[in-house]
């Protein structure tokens, strides 16, 4: 116990024999702290000097944006600057503009050499793990025609 807890008061003596005395003594009395307060211990209120040290927002956080790496050229961007491929669950092989289709996906540059590559090679049946059936690759090779052609070829791997 802490000095502050003890105090020595007089106070009455409970002993009926010294009683009719009426004496006074000396006893030691603790005062008890209260019990801790639900919810962690902290105080209500929530505010006053002396708190915790906080920071003080100044403004709203930036919003989170999601990466994706493409698959061909390795680089990462943001998920709506690539375009998604999907495996349906039923095996085919589509495109997916919105990006929520269910299946497994897989992100391509909107560049119409990056997808040239990914379709001429295995990059992307393997991506997807899965052999591409020559009507699904056709529609893919379709879109690809209508891509831009950059001028830029330093995203590519020899």
Known sequence: MTAEAMHIAPTPNPSPARAEEGNLTDEVTTTQTPPPVSGGGRP????????????????????????RTCIVTRQTDDKRGLIRIVRTPEGRVELDPTGKKNGRGA???????????????????????????????ATLQAYAETLPVSNEDEGLRT
């Open 107 to 137: 992100y391509l540059t909107a560049d119409r050499a990056i997808w040239e590559r990914a379709l001429a090679g295995t990059i992307l049946g393997r991506a997807l793990k899965v052999a591409i059936n020559p009507e699904d690759m």
């Open 44 to 67: 209500l209120g929530g505010g006053g000097a002396g708190n915790s040290p906080r920071k003080k927002r100044k403004g709203l956080k930036p919003r989170h944006i999601p990466q």
